[in-house]
């Protein structure tokens, strides 16, 4: 139980385009989920935490107008990158937490690669 | 605020070797969760371990040990008999104990090379 799929798992795409990235968690409701993004040989960086039926809460630096984040349902987040460029190009990785667990239940999924060409 | 530290940035040891890889944290909390993972070339952050402040027992399983110090802020892992398998970045990870609270930082995480 408890798993987190994340989709695409890469995808390519142009300087300029947008990008939609779904976290889906399978088998349980999640009233909670995390973004992180991770670039290459760093560390993973939260990027924002997802609430289910309400606005996301963003982490000092990340910019919500280029990062939208749309947790509607709850097992459904998605993280669009608008107009990605290819400093935007990294690991995204989600994390659910489910409804009712104890904060520190927390799933992740298997990560999606963005490259922007 | 929280924070991770993972001073090795890189280690390699020979197969069948023990090796231990150091976490320091630092928080206000006075309840807080402490994590171990691993991530394989794939990229899937695989969950090794969690560990509530109050509870400072060591713990092993199989040929994986943990070491909690709450005097130190130390949270170290040991691995012993090493296995090419066991090559990975290892990250340790903190986190609030309450709802609200619940978001994990990470350290800069120690990549193991085992030589076969």
């Known amino acids: 139980g408890a798993v987190v799929s994340q989709h695409p798992s890469w995808v390519i795409c142009k300087s300029g385009t947008s990008v939609k990235i779904e976290c889906r968690s399978l088998d349980f409701q999640a009233t909670t989920m995390f973004w992180y993004r991770q670039f290459p040989k760093q560390s993973l960086m939260l990027m924002a935490t997802s609430n289910e039926g309400s606005k996301a809460t963003y982490e000092q630096g990340v910019e919500k107008d280029k990062f939208l984040i749309n947790h509607a349902s709850l097992t459904l987040s998605t993280l669009t990158v608008t107009s990605a460029h290819p400093e935007d190009s990294s690991f995204y990785i989600c994390?659910?937490?489910?409804?009712?667990?104890?904060?520190?239940?927390?799933?992740f999924g298997p990560g999606t690669r963005l490259t922007v060409t | 605020a929280q924070k991770v530290t993972q001073a090795q940035t890189e280690i390699s040891v020979v197969e069948k070797e023990d090796v231990t890889l150091d976490c320091v944290y630092e928080?206000?909390?006075?309840?807080?969760?402490l994590f171990w993972y691993k991530q394989p070339p794939s990229g899937e952050l695989v969950f090794l371990i969690r560990r509530n402040s109050f509870d400072e027992q060591n713990e092993i399983s199989g040929r994986y040990s943990w070491n909690f110090q709450k005097s130190t802020s130390s949270f170290n892992f040991t691995i012993t008999a090493s296995q090419v398998v066991d090559s990975a970045v290892y990250f340790c990870?903190?986190?609030?104990?309450?709802?609200?609270?619940?978001?994990?930082?990470f350290g800069t995480g120690t990549r193991l090379t085992i030589i076969p």
């Open positions: 928080t206000r909390d006075t309840t807080y969760y």
């Open positions: 990870a903190l986190s609030g104990a309450n709802f609200g609270n619940e978001k994990l930082t």
């Open positions: 994390s659910a937490i489910p409804a009712g667990q104890r904060p520190h239940e927390q799933y």
